[in-house]
């Protein structure tokens, strides 16, 4: 089953440049991406190359130029009850306590107080942060920030979830912690997840496939299947596989970087 | 925390706070009694408390002080409710506040006291014009606050609400909203203290009770210390409304100050 398909997808801007003259700035063309229902897809490609761009088009909070998207094979809606998204700078509601900040997607689909008290208490639960129910977010650390954002997302089962480089702002350690963490939450129940980062070992630890774009013309270059046992544990980093699965990776990323100057940045 | 280690907290902290208003106080009581200020033009404060208890006890303090506290209040509402909406609504629609902001600007540089003259003229020398100039001089603060804390808000707020499916009322009423209380509760309290100087400026003119009227008929009448005396309480409506805006303002916003010390 395809959940979310992208045919020709093209998105420009208009900058200004040196000269102050307004100028057309094409940041997406000929995008083409398939994503599986229930799959983990990793996107990786250099900074500027249109990644956050695609990902705000998915979610609704922007518009494509032409091309078209289907979700569920239905042309994709801005509204939608079906999306979560999970940003780097955590997006936490300051003025609401931490399980608060969980209802919020429960509250706009309407549920009643009691329901979704049960559900954020367990997703709170799973997250590990049941004890801090009642604190505000500037309360927290930015591991444990995440963590929320993440259960908030989680918490109203969305069949679709994108996450624009969710653990760049943590620590390395924190960072390792949240990978295995996630792996095991989504393991559990197989949502699809849209995954954009810079590392590839979170890449090829996490995913199902990984994406490499290219920039300008920001477009899939590659797709290359992480065929590494589930579930996943910690030790799978240090593995055999996993170091031969990067040696692949760093070849085809040195060979495109040969073919194509402009595709650097990452390795 | 027990009383007494409260106090002990505390104590210091609120000395040192009123070092200098006592040093004031005290500076205040000695010049007209060793001659360097003429008593006539300056009465101690011992002697302006003597007035107050005397005014207190003729029921005329009360009198005035709530004639002034029902005007301020009066005029605060109007204009927070105006403010609020307005400032809302510009700061929500981006191209009307564009075009409304130097309009804005005009009229909040325009003195609510150079205008007075016209609001009499206008709407005569009853209670009207008295509210209308404490509304006009808390209007713009209020609405010039809520309108920037609306714009202020952060983006990304908005945005992780719209992937979650907020409505538009969800995302204004539960988003920008709450992110915008801080900057509407500072504004509304800038506008309780320009209320305390309009509804002075108010009673000067036209009026026959509250405590502009009081300070401005005890000078005519040469009656000093009460003049002092009405000075006085006009500090304290000042001081008074601004520590309950305080207190609301805190309730709303407790989420900034909180420290949880476990369940
Ligand atoms: N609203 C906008 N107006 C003008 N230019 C934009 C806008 N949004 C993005 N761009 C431009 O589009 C290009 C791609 O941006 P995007 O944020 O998608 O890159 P990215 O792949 O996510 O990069 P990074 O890895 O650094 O996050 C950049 O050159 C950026 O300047
Ligand atoms: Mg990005």
Known sequence: ?267 | MTLRKRILITAPDFFSRSAGLAAFLLLWEIAPRIGWVRSTYLSPPSVVLRALYLLAARGELAKHFLVSLERVLIGLAVSVAAGCVLGLFTGYFRKVEKSLDLLFQAFRQMSAFALFPVFILLFGLGELSKTIIIFWASLWPILLNTSTGVKNVDTILVRSAKTMGASRAYIFLRVILPAAAPEIFTGIRLGGSYCVMAVVAAEMIGANSGLGYLVIYSEETFNVPEMYGGIVSLAVLGIGLNYILKKIETSFTSWKHEIISGE
């Not at chain 1, 992480?226 to 544990?233: E, G, Q, V």
């Open chain 1, 1 to 267: 089953m395809v959940k979310v398909q992208a045919r020709q997808v093209e998105r420009h801007f208009f900058v200004r440049n040196s000269l102050g003259k307004k100028e057309r700035l094409g940041v997406l063309s000929g995008f083409d991406l398939d994503i599986y229902e229930g799959e983990f897809l990793s996107l990786v490609g250099p900074s500027g190359c249109g990644k956050t761009t695609f990902l705000n088009i998915l979610a609704g909070l922007d518009d494509y130029d032409s091309g078209e998207i289907l979700v569920d094979h239905k042309r994709l809606e801005k509204h939608s009850f079906d999306r979560g998204m999970v940003f780097q700078g955590y997006a936490l509601f300051p003025w609401r306590t931490v399980r608060k900040n969980l209802e919020a997607g429960l509250e706009i689909r309407g549920l009643s107080p009691a329901e979704r008290r049960r559900i954020s208490r367990r997703y709170l639960e799973l997250v590990g942060l049941l004890a801090f129910e009642n604190h505000y977010p500037h309360q927290l650390s930015g591991g444990m920030r995440q963590r929320v954002a993440i259960a908030r997302v989680l918490a109203y089962e969305p069949g679709l979830l994108l996450m624009d480089e969710p653990f760049a702002a943590l620590d390395a350690q924190t960072r390792e912690v949240l990978q295995i963490e996630l792996l095991k939450i989504w393991e559990a129940d197989k949502k699809t997840i849209l995954f954009i980062t810079h590392s590839i070992d979170e890449a090829i630890l996490l995913s199902d496939r990984v994406a490499f774009m290219s920039s300008a013309p920001g477009r899939i270059q590659d797709i290359i299947t992480i065929d590494l046992p589930r579930p996943r544990t910690e030790e799978i980093r240090n593995s055999a596989e996993f170091a031969g699965i990067r040696r692949r990776v760093s070849s085809l990323l040195r060979n495109d970087f040969l073919k194509n100057m402009s595709f650097g940045g990452y390795l």
